[in-house]
């Protein structure tokens, strides 16, 4: 029986950034950034009815993780998807269901005999 072949810091990564959004509002935070592609801290608090701190906190979360980027223009901070963060998470999750899809359909397979 073959080990899984995956890339664990690869894995660990996408558990660390897959924590970072596994939260109903950070959730909706990503979204409206996804919508609306650059948006500032104002108008995310606004439009989700959010208070500030609150909304801060979370996106020095997401910050920290790397899943979204901040511009600063004057005093205002614009923020945007980290789209290539996210996509190389999505890829190590694929990619881990791929071997455990594969290792499955191995283990259920009739083992030949000469």
Known sequence: MNPLNFNQIELDEASETLRSISHSLRLKIISLIN???????????????????????????????????????????????????????????NHFDELTKARKKAKSSPVETK
């Open 35 to 93: 919508d609306l592609q650059e948006v500032n801290v104002n108008e995310i608090y606004t439009r989700l009815s959010l208070e500030q701190s609150i909304t801060s906190q979370h996106l020095k979360i997401l910050r920290d993780s790397d899943i979204v980027r901040t511009k600063r223009d004057g005093k205002m901070i614009f923020y945007s998807l980290n789209h290539e963060k996210l996509e190389k998470v999505n890829h190590a999750i």
